[in-house]
Structures are given as C-alpha cells and as structure tokens.
C-alpha cells in the first residue's frame, strides 16, 4: 500500500470517528454547485453566487454531521485542482443542470473520468443531483440515468438520482438525507 493510500485511509477512519465527512462536489461549470452548498448553509436560494475561482471549501452541517464539500471550480482550466481534492472522501456528489440538454454529453465524460474511472473515488457513494427541476425543460431521473448510462456505469457502488432544485429547495433534503444515511451505514 502507497504512502498516499495509507493517509487517505487514515483521513476517512478519523473523520468517520468523529462524524465528519469529506465529499466531493463535481459538475460542470453553471450546474449549481455553489448555489446547493449555500442553500444547504442558509435554508434559501442566494443568486449571488459569483463564478467559482479555484476551489470552494464549505462546510454543511446536516442531520449530525460535519460534512467539508469541496466545490472544485467546473471551470476547464481548474479542472487539474480536482486530483489535490480526491483522497479521504467518504462519497462524491455530482450536480447536473438537467435542463442543458446540449452539455450533458460533456457532464457525462466529467463523470466518468474524475468519478467513474478515478481509483480513489472507487466503490464510493454517489449521489446525483439533477438540479434546476424548476426549468420547463428539465430532464428527469428516470431518463437521465439512461442517457448518463448509470445503471451501467454504477453497477459497482451505491448510486442515487434525486430530481432537485436549489431555487425553490425541491429534493435537496431528500437528497442529503439520502447521504448521510449513506455515510451512517459506513460508519456502522
Ligand atoms: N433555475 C435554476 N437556476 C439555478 C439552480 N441552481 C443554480 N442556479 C443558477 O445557475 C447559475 C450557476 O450556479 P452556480 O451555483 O454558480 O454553479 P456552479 O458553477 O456549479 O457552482 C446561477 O445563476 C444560479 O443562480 C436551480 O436549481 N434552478
Ligand atoms: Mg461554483
């Protein structure tokens, strides 16, 4: 086992031993990655959120626990910040605006290289949030695995698609909920 290996299993144990969790936040530029962070810090939709520049370090605190996000800038030219971010996290979220229909072929090759084919994201918990429900045209669960290949793709690790919307709220507790429960069945 690699040195590297070794500190990130050091850095679940103590996080879990003291109910805090580490998860990566992935998605493509504009998904809603820091507008659900602060609806999850404040309870209400902020549109004041200025593009991300490098990284967003956050913390949620949720249902017990101390959950640190990393909202790593989807942004193309910081997208090699993400490796820095990967070792010691208990499960990833990835946010998908789901009414950008053209970008979602793109979302899908994020998703399978920095979640999918990463070893250290390997056999996590990952929690899908199909974000800005509340757009006409917004693509649903149930299609969306489908066309994202989930069911194929995440046939080795516990998966979840939560229709959300960080504008109006709809499913991002459900959605959270959801994760912690995955992180209490780790624990246990
Ligand atoms: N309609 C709608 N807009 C949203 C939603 N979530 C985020 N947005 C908007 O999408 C834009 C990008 O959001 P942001 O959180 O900065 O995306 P990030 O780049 O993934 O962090 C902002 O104008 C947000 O107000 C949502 O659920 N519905
Ligand atoms: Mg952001």
Partial sequence: MSAFTSFSLWLKRKLKAEKRAKILIVGLDSAGKTTLTKYMNTGRFQDDTAPTIGQNIDT??????????VDVAGQQ??????????????AAIFVIDSADIERLPEAREILQTHVFHNPHLAGIPTLIIANKQDLPDAIQAPLLIQLLNLHLEMKDRTFAVFDCSALNGRGVLEAFAWLVNQLEIQKA
Avoid: A
């Avoid at 605190?61 to 996000?69: A, K, M, S, V």
């Avoid at 030219?77 to 208990?90: A, D, I, K, N």
């Fill in 60 to 69: 949620i605190n949720f249902d017990g626990w101390d959950i640190t996000t």
């Fill in 77 to 90: 030219q910081f997208r090699f910040l993400w490796e820095v971010h990967y070792p010691g996290c208990s």
